[in-house]
């Protein structure tokens, strides 16, 4: 008797428990799908402005979640370092193509109009519902563990750990992938660099935790930066 009575005094006694749940769910998995659609039509904005940026800020995810997983990031950070990898260059948009796609070194001038690019994609990112944790850490995405960096010129852990990451993973990428007007570093140069620089320009955990898996897949992230490991090394 108790196994039967008690379903049917809960279910009776709250008719409403059930669709008021589905709805709810409803209205999250909505909110999921906007927030998924948002993030792609931005990324697809990269991919109209400059398919390598695209591209890259797709590659910078994945290494970005796998360094964050690692670090034991919790799910509403590993959201925002997903978000922020995938966006972080979408202040680009507000960069003359003459300055992004610019085969010599940019100009006094050029070059703090480049440096604008974090402020932009804050701008645009902090206006949505949801995104003003990712739109901060997008801001901060070209300070240095010194110190040095822009736009606010924060230091160390004073920089969200995002942040860090995205600084890292893109400065990588950066390195080791062609363009039209450069050839990429050696996966070996682009280490040395990072690890030369770790401690002022970049979080050494996060430099280490990146490399643990970076060098032992060299092959993989060659081919998606579009240089083979034969003809850098």
């Known amino acids: 008797m108790t196994h039967e009575r008690i379903p049917v005094l809960n279910v009776g006694s709250n008719p409403r428990r059930v669709p008021e749940s589905l709805r709810i769910k409803q209205v999250e998995e909505q909110v999921s799908a906007l ?88 701008a645009v990112l902090r206006m949505l519902p949801g995104f003003g944790r990712a739109a901060l850490d997008i801001l901060h995405h070209h300070e240095s563990f010194d110190g040095k960096g822009y736009p606010a010129g924060l230091k160390d852990t004073e920089i969200p750990i995002v942040s860090r990451i995205v600084t890292v993973i893109d400065a990588f990428d950066a390195m080791v992938s062609s363009r039209p007007y450069r050839t990429g570093l050696p996966h070996e140069e682009a280490v040395r660099r990072l690890i030369q620089c770790s401690g002022t320009q970049f979080d050494p955990v996060v430099v280490q935790c990146f490399l643990s898996f970076a060098q032992a897949e060299m092959e993989t992230v060659f081919a998606a930066a579009g240089t083979s490991v034969s003809s850098a090394l």
Request: aromatic letters at 6%; a negative charge.
């Open 35 to 122: 927030r998924t659609s948002v993030i792609c039509a931005f990324n697809q904005l990269l991919d109209l402005k400059d398919l390598n940026t695209g591209v890259h800020s797709t590659r910078l995810a994945e290494w970005g979640m796998r360094v964050g997983q690692e670090l034991g990031l919790d799910e509403a950070e590993l959201e925002n370092l997903e978000v922020a990898a995938l966006l972080h260059d979408i202040g680009k948009v507000g960069v003359p193509d003459s300055i992004l796609k610019k085969p010599g070194k940019l100009d006094h001038e050029e070059y703090a109009l480049m440096k604008k690019h974090p402020e932009y994609g804050w």
